[in-house]
């Protein structure tokens, strides 16, 4: 059964800097490229980043040069560094088992970026 637990979610000031983390069980997941997305109040869930198997990274636009995706195979985790965090990076942000079909979701983690 594939579990993926976010963590390290909360409330930062503009400008500031999270780590989320997500560490997955149930599957091969050395073999398993692995993604970060999110969802604002009203909006369409969208990409963040994803990083392959192999360890290549692709990020959305709005997040390049601040966030940098990770995953760590011995811990079966991946991680999201995220800096320079802006009040529109707000969202709940979920992780994703990313095969080239379908994939699995992780429940969550609240980011909110306030002053």
Request: hydrophobic share 30%.
């Amino acid at each position: 059964q594939v579990q993926l637990v976010e963590s390290g979610g909360g409330l930062v000031q503009p400008g500031g800097s999270l780590r989320l983390s997500c560490a997955a069980s149930g599957f091969i997941f050395s073999f398993n490229a692995m993604g970060w997305y999110r969802q604002a109040p009203g909006k369409q869930r969208d990409v963040v980043a994803v990083i392959t198997s192999r360890g290549s990274t692709t990020y959305a636009d709005s997040v390049k040069g601040r966030f940098t995706i990770s995953r760590d195979n011995a811990k079966n985790t991946v991680y999201l560094q995220m800096n320079s965090l802006k009040p529109e990076d707000t969202a709940v942000y979920y992780c994703h088992r990313s095969p080239p079909v379908g994939g699995d979701w992780g429940q969550g983690t609240q980011v909110t970026v306030s002053s």
